[in-house]
């Protein structure tokens, strides 16, 4: 049974420059989640996909954001690249939707770490 | 606004003790609370789920316990171990956003 899986492990931008991250969530999820986790801090939320559509947003800029597939992988994009940006990148998945995780775990992948230069 | 506290940032204890790691919340509405684990540069594993309507969930030599109304857990490690060195975070569901709220961490060594 794979889990969440994120892609690339990691990455190394220039300021100004655009990027993306990928996900698939772990099977029989419909639901994803991306975080950021800059360096000694926990996780922050950033948006989360359901059914193809953005269904909640953290306070994060206009400059991120997200598309997910019918096959529910998705993706986050980050435009404009800031020095600020570098950080753990995390998808998380999960099972309904806006219940999130009301009643399972929620579960995450290993993360993409990018580097802003 | 919810926020999570978890004091210390870090802790260092000798191989085999028992020990506990405190979770603090402001916002007492929540749904459940989880607590993971992250080894250096990787991603979260969950290790306990508990509901708003439980006190306590227990696998294996951890066992976490919830009081909502006081907006405390904790996380208690029996006969730890060189392998339970990580970062141990808790989070908070409140289920008005979809999203965790989560704390930023307590840093465990076992030293052996």
């Known amino acids: 049974d794979a889990g969440v899986t994120q892609s690339p492990t990691h990455l190394i931008k220039t300021r100004g420059q655009q990027v993306t991250l990928r996900c698939s969530p772990k099977s029989g999820h419909d639901t994803v989640s991306w975080y950021q986790q800059a360096l000694g801090q926990g996780p922050q939320f950033i948006f989360q996909y359901y059914e193809e559509e953005e269904r909640q947003r953290g306070n994060f800029p206009d400059r991120f954001s997200g598309h997910q597939f019918p096959n529910y992988s998705s993706e986050l994009n980050v435009n404009a690249l800031l020095l600020g940006d570098s950080a753990l990148y995390l998808c998380?998945?999960?099972f309904g939707g806006g219940a999130g995780p009301l009643n399972s775990p929620l579960h995450f992948g290993n993360g993409t770490r990018l580097t802003v230069t | 606004k919810q926020e999570v506290t978890q004091i210390p940032a870090a802790l260092s204890v000798p191989e085999g003790e028992n020990l506990v790691l405190n979770c603090s919340f402001t916002?007492?509405?929540?749904?459940?609370l989880q607590w993971f684990r992250q080894d250096p540069g990787k991603g979260l594993t969950s290790l306990l789920l508990i509901q708003s309507s439980q006190r306590e969930q227990t696998s294996g030599r951890l066992n976490a316990s919830l009081d909502k109304s006081s907006g405390r857990s904790t996380l208690y490690i029996a006969a730890s171990q060189p392998g339970d060195s990580a970062t141990y975070l808790c989070?908070?569901?409140?289920?008005?956003?979809?999203?965790?709220?989560f704390g930023k961490g307590i840093t465990l060594s076992v030293r052996p």
């Open positions: 916002d007492s509405a929540i749904y459940n």
């Open positions: 998380a998945s999960s």
């Open positions: 989070a908070v569901y409140t289920g008005a956003n979809s999203k965790l709220t």
